[in-house]
């Protein structure tokens, strides 16, 4: 079974340790399936609009498209350097200091307080029966490294990622000097794809009026 991928120092990371991925569950056959099939009907409409077709079919094909692609396809989630937890989600990547990290939870999504705020990541996430029911091996064995189901494998990893911050940093989950730790989290809005979603929802709503 695929586990976290250790990589070589990321570009611009100046001779960091590294990056630890984590793929996703789910979602990425439907998107892709989503946004291809949104891209044909918009070369298509576009080839075709002198011949009648509908610029709102257009519009509203890039707009779901672009919704996929940010939903199902954008989202991501890794560790850099042993000390960041990066969770880039449909609009925004949000960066959490491990050490700062008071609660993480992952059932059918991963859902991580910090900076007594609560940061959620659809990339990894158990069925709703498993998110309700007790954790196990993949197998139904003893629950070793190898045949252990990955959701239990990425939490156990993170919980572990999490302790070892929090000690190199000497505190306590909760405590004080846990919520003053100097930059918990930073957050970058994925101008992007916002632009792309806003524009193509204008383009349709222009169409439709016309």
Do not use: C, K
């Not at 059918?108 to 990894?124: C, K, Y």
């Not at 309700?132 to 990425?154: H, I, K, L, N």
């Not at 156990?156 to 004080?176: F, I, K, W």
């Not at 916002?194 to 929802?201: D, K, M, P």
């Amino acid at each position: 079974m695929s586990r976290a991928i250790s990589e070589g120092p990321a570009t611009g990371d100046g001779g960091a340790p590294g990056v630890e991925r984590f793929h996703a569950t789910s979602g990425r056959v439907i998107g892709w399936l989503t946004v291809v099939i949104a891209a044909g009907i918009a070369i298509a409409g576009v080839s075709n609009l002198r011949d009648g077709f509908s610029p709102a079919v257009v519009a509203g094909a890039v707009l779901v498209g672009a919704l996929a692609w940010a939903s199902m396809l954008r989202p991501a989630l890794w560790v850099r350097d042993a000390d960041v937890l990066v969770m880039r989600n449909m609009f925004e990547t949000v960066e959490l200091r491990l050490a700062a990290v008071e609660e993480l939870a992952l059932r059918q999504f991963l859902a991580v307080r910090a900076a007594d705020r609560r940061w959620v990541s659809p990339v990894v996430g158990r069925s709703w029966r498993r998110s309700t029911g007790r954790r196990g091996s993949s197998s139904g064995g003893g629950g070793t490294v190898a045949d252990m189901a990955y959701p239990d494998f990425v939490e156990d990893r993170l919980r572990a990622l999490v302790d070892d911050a929090r000690t190199a940093a000497g505190v306590r989950p909760g405590s004080a000097e846990q919520l003053a730790l100097p930059d918990a989290v930073r957050r970058q809005p994925a101008w992007p794809a916002i632009a792309v979603v806003l524009v193509s929802l204008l383009a349709l709503v222009v169409a439709l009026a016309l």
